[in-house]
């Protein structure tokens, strides 16, 4: 796939930047909302393979077609020598134990983080992992993995606070001299994190002479760390991170001038998570290819037989009417791969779409739709994909989602891959590199297209 962005964002240097063929000026990012054109309403994800955690990506307009942008100060225009920088990071990243399965987001942020430690900042790193329930044993969800993770990328010592406003995290941030790291402990061992509590954000806020958004993942939520902090933060530098800006800039002529065919690919385990985004996308695209368990939905819809598959009954009318709003537009598996069991080793049987056993569950498209899923992505010119064909993880059932990678690796198009299971797919089989664009944010291209406001970025220092 061809690359849109000609110079790399994280160059903070003052040249100009060339991205999706735009000259944008250095730290200066045009943000609009969608909402004149697209119905906004909030989407959730979730689950297993198939299904996505909620994240987000702005919604954008091409400037030269917007009479009123709002453009946000970056980590570049801010002179950070000697002064407390913190950062809201996502490095909500997989853990096996005690290691970081997938480093991709901690990657990410780098260009962020070595700006401010390079020119004698000193940096305090927050974010959330995973979905601790606060006053309870979380040590699985501990920070500490990806500060060491951290630490090995960068090749220099981090430290790391055993709390997130307590005393060890207070003498951390203290002790930080000019260039070090400190990275506080999860967000969401706190209570008030979640609730957006003034009180809690306080506490961050003291920590900090400079607030930066790099945590693009999470840009949608109004948890504290995200609105309040910036808001106790008054007076302060309030900016976003080269990631966000990347993020930004890199998606907006894809996204609001589409070389066509455009092709959206969608996973997920819900149809009722993505009703308003696949309308909106059946207005735009040329055409919206559905995988993921999501696809038995449908296959009910038609009168088909779903077996054990993870289905909604009660959204069957709701299929059918996407189905009917569709047309042509709307392409559906035409047969699936299906198993006894969750398991590599189980009994496996590929059978037409409606048609699957009684004892028997989809855990994958089929041969024929994996061919025909990879011959409409290969075709197009600018590809959303966001979610895998099955379940990834597990041979035989990686076979369609690998047949859509391969295919958007070999294509001459623009690819966005819509990040969580997409982005960790596309690295488990060596593409990353072969695709245009890897998002750290995991729902990213279905907000996007939902037309989302967020006031985690509006609340930030125009530029």
């Known amino acids: 796939m061809r690359e849109l962005c000609m110079k790399d964002t994280s160059d903070s240097s003052p040249a100009a930047r060339i991205c999706c063929g735009i000259p944008w000026k250095t730290g200066r990012i045009p943000v609009v909302c969608l909402n004149h054109r697209l119905n906004s309403r909030e989407s959730a994800n979730s689950g297993r393979s198939g299904r996505f955690p909620q994240s987000a990506m702005f919604n954008l307009v091409h400037p030269q077609k917007v009479h009123a942008i709002m453009a946000k100060k970056t980590i570049a225009d801010t002179d ?116 957006g509590c003034t009180e809690f954000a306080g506490k961050l806020a003291a920590f900090g002479d400079i607030y930066c958004n790099d945590a693009f993942g999470t840009c949608h939520r109004t948890d504290a760390s995200m609105v309040a902090v910036p808001e106790a933060m008054a007076g302060k530098p309030k900016v976003v991170g080269f990631l966000v800006e990347k993020e930004i800039q890199y998606l907006t002529d894809a996204i609001e001038n589409p070389a066509r065919p455009f092709v959206a690919i969608l996973g997920g385990a819900k149809v009722s998570d993505k009703i308003q985004v696949i309308k909106n996308l059946l207005n735009i695209c040329d055409k919206v290819l559905i995988g993921g368990a999501m696809a038995y939905t449908f296959s009910l819809a038609k009168g088909g037989k779903v077996g054990k598959s993870l289905v909604e009954p009660d959204k069957v009318d709701l299929a059918k009417e996407l189905i009917e709003l569709g047309g042509d537009k709307l392409v559906l598996p035409v047969d699936t791969h299906c198993g006894d069991g969750f398991s590599s080793d189980c009994n496996k049987v590929v059978v037409n779409s409606g048609e699957i056993p009684d004892d028997f569950e989809g855990l994958d498209v089929g041969p024929k739709t994996a061919e025909i899923y990879a011959e409409i992505a290969l075709n197009a010119k600018t590809v959303v994909w966001n979610g895998p064909m099955g379940v990834f993880e597990m041979a035989p059932f990686d076979a369609g989602t690998r047949a859509v990678a391969e295919a958007l690796a070999k294509g001459t198009g623009t690819s966005i891959i819509g990040g969580g299971d997409s982005a960790a797919a596309i690295r488990v089989f060596g593409l990353e590199d072969k695709v245009s664009h890897v998002s750290t944010g995991g729902g990213a291209s279905l907000a996007m297209l939902e037309g989302h406001k967020f006031a985690a970025v509006e609340l930030l220092d125009n530029a």
């Open 80 to 195: 950070v020598a000697g002064k407390k920088v913190l950062m809201r990071v996502d490095f909500n990243v997989p853990l096996d134990g005690t290691t970081v399965t997938d480093d991709g987001r901690i990657r990410m942020a780098l260009p962020s983080i070595k700006s401010v430690i390079d020119r004698g900042g000193r940096l305090i790193l927050m974010s959330h992992l995973g979905r601790p329930t606060p006053g309870e044993d979380n040590s699985k969800y501990s920070l500490a993995p990806a500060a060491a993770k951290l630490a090995e990328l960068l090749g220099k010592d981090v430290a790391f606070a055993a709390d997130t406003v307590g005393d060890d995290a207070k003498a951390k941030v203290a002790a930080l001299q000019d260039g070090g790291i400190a990275v506080i402990e999860n967000l969401r061992f706190e209570k008030g994190e979640k609730k």
